[in-house]
């Protein structure tokens, strides 16, 4: 099953919207029979509970230290990265943004302004139009038609390769 990192700015934001948004995420990508890798769901634990609680913009180095190091193993172990927020991206979103490229990890956008160009800077040049949309709903139908044929040939492909390796003990 195509493993799907969900980035997005987190800091500065309400604790209920990020989880909404997110659960929205993880239930249209469930729909297409994707599975969704939230690292704020390990996260959440910090940002505190109620209507008007935030997403701190501020933590201990050693926790940001923790949370990087699992956070890049998460990208690694996925398929495609799907910015949730590409109209307010933050520096951790930039950095999981670029970590994905340089691991040859597909990088699609959801952001109304910036599909439609109101919003226009680096992130539109630097990644194509093509994997940019205004809905969650239609980035995740695109990653399906784009990527799953293609994940389902590398694992074909991989099954084969080590088919005859020895097993681990």
């Known amino acids: 099953m195509l493993r799907v990192y969900m980035s997005g700015c987190l800091a500065g934001r309400y604790a209920a919207e990020v989880t909404a948004e997110r659960a929205e995420a993880n239930r249209i990508l469930a729909k297409h029979g994707l599975r969704g890798i939230d690292p704020a769901e390990a996260q959440s634990a910090l940002w505190g509970s109620g209507k008007k609680a935030k997403v701190s913009k501020s933590m201990k180095r050693k926790v940001m230290e923790t949370m990087v190091k699992r956070d890049k193993t998460l990208v690694r172990k996925s398929d495609i990265l799907l ?87």
């Open 83 to 169: 910015v949730l927020t590409s109209d307010i991206i933050s520096d951790g979103t930039y950095r999981e943004m670029d970590f994905a490229q340089r691991c040859e990890i597909p990088v699609v956008l959801v952001g109304p302004k910036r599909y439609s160009e109101e919003l226009m800077g680096w992130t539109n040049i630097l990644f194509p139009k093509s994997h940019t949309f205004p809905t969650i709903e239609k980035a995740v139908s695109f990653i399906k038609r784009k990527y799953v044929k293609e994940y389902d040939a590398q694992k074909k492909y991989f099954n084969l390769a080590v088919r005859k390796a020895p097993k681990e003990k």
